[in-house]
């Protein structure tokens, strides 16, 4: 829908529906909606696919704001803008097979900053057990756990540099019997054999004795591995479909070892690199999954590791088209209201678009929403919303053609 119905008010006068009702439907009605988005998760769950590995995809997302009375808004890492702003984050969990996905679940990140000022909180009306700092690894541990608990089926979690970058949320995941791919940083420490550890002996009678654990080989870091690799060292993997042709890339998979200095303990990963030619250059990815090549092929960890494109995919749907970064609510309730409503009409979509996939397989979140808001607001006649669909589809398919075509 476009911007200006994106408010209460505005969508109020144009559905000649009772303002004052839907402003207290979403800003202090009682109505649960963790409850919602526990429907949502199921629902999606049961909907996706499975012709492929599930993934539960986790990310985090935030929005820039003015002020301070928005909950859980403070100065922090917005991804939106790529850069500190004033602004709200929260971790989100996305259910993902192949190309289809949706939100399943979200947990609002508050600064130390809220969780230390009793004041703000209740302001915010923030119950007294949220009031609690949580980090964003922990948050995504939450969302981990509660679809675990719920029985909501997946394959492997996956996430980016902020997850992989911390060993113990990736421990934590091997702990509950879960497979990852988390996504890691290119300057990522590593040992290509395994180093023991130990104090090294006292080379001299002057000064301390030495008390630092120390590794008996030297580390290198990802980045600087790669770079010493042959082109007989990577291979060529076809991961999926896609709207400009198959997505393919060069794939080198190593099993590596970390150490945790915060427990003093050494730890294999595999590491998993991939390249892929972008227009302007070149992309690489670095991995972590304790997934093993003889439990999963290499085409099976490939496809892991590229699946988080989808998480991504589902936000940009949610806020460009769904508008879940328009709305203007302070408070906890409504703000876990808008959300969970936006999943809804998110879950939705997946619906629709596995329902028509055999008669319109590239129908889009663009085209359901366009079509709804012919429905309701009637702003064409339904001859002109046809023809625009349909010429938007034979464009998007002539797109898709050509580039398998040049293959």
């Not at 756990?145 to 909501?152: E, F, R, T, Y």
């Not at 998110?346 to 929403?369: H, T, V, W, Y």
């Not at 919303?385 to 050509?402: A, F, G, V």
């Amino acid at each position: 829908m476009t911007s200006e119905l994106n408010n209460i008010e505005r969508i109020s006068e144009t559905l000649d529906s009772a303002y004052h009702a839907m402003h207290h439907f979403i800003s202090d009605s009682k109505w649960d909606a963790r409850s919602v988005m526990d429907k949502v998760a199921k629902d999606v769950s049961q909907s996706l696919p499975k012709q492929t590995l599930t993934g539960l995809l986790i990310d985090e997302s935030g929005w820039e704001k003015k002020g301070n009375k928005s909950v859980g808004v403070g100065h922090q890492y917005c991804g939106n803008v790529g850069k500190t702003a004033n602004s709200q984050v929260a971790v989100y969990g996305s259910l993902c097979n192949g190309k289809n996905a949706s939100l399943v679940d979200c947990r609002l990140y508050l600064p130390a900053s809220w969780t230390n000022d009793g004041k703000r909180c209740d302001q915010a009306d923030i119950p007294i057990e949220e009031r609690v700092f949580k980090t964003k690894q922990e948050l995504a541990a939450d969302i981990i756990k509660h679809q675990l608990a719920m029985g909501i089926n997946f394959d492997y979690v996956g996430g980016d540099g902020l997850y992989g970058n911390d060993a113990a949320f990736a421990r934590e995941i091997n702990n509950m019997g879960l497979v990852y791919m988390l996504d890691i940083p290119s300057d990522q420490q590593i040992f290509l054999e395994k180093p023991e550890l130990a104090i090294p002996e006292r080379k001299s009678s002057k000064g301390p004795s030495p008390t630092k654990l120390k590794a008996s080989t030297d580390h290198t870091t990802a980045c600087k591995y790669i770079s010493s690799l042959s082109p007989s060292d990577w291979k060529t993997i076809n991961i999926r479909d896609s709207a400009k042709g198959i997505l393919k890339g060069l794939f080198h998979f190593r099993t590596v070892y970390i150490w945790d200095k915060n427990i003093n303990t050494v730890e294999n990963r595999l590491l998993v690199v991939s390249k892929r030619k972008t227009r302007d250059s070149e992309e690489i990815k670095y991995s972590f999954t304790n997934a093993s090549l003889g439990q999963y092929t290499e085409q099976a960890i490939a496809y892991m590791q590229a699946q988080r494109f989808f998480v991504e995919h589902s936000f940009k749907e949610q806020k460009q088209i769904l508008g879940m970064d328009q709305f203007q609510t302070r408070k906890w309730l409504p703000w876990h209201h808008q959300i969970a409503l936006n999943m809804m009409v998110g879950c939705f979509i997946l619906k629709e678009k596995l329902f028509n996939q055999d008669e319109i397989p590239i129908l889009s979140a663009r085209d359901i929403m366009d079509f709804l808001h012919f429905k309701f607001y009637k702003e064409m006649t339904e001859e002109r919303l046809l023809r625009q669909l349909k010429e938007r589809h034979i464009k998007r398919q002539y797109d898709i053609d050509h580039c398998y075509s040049k293959q």
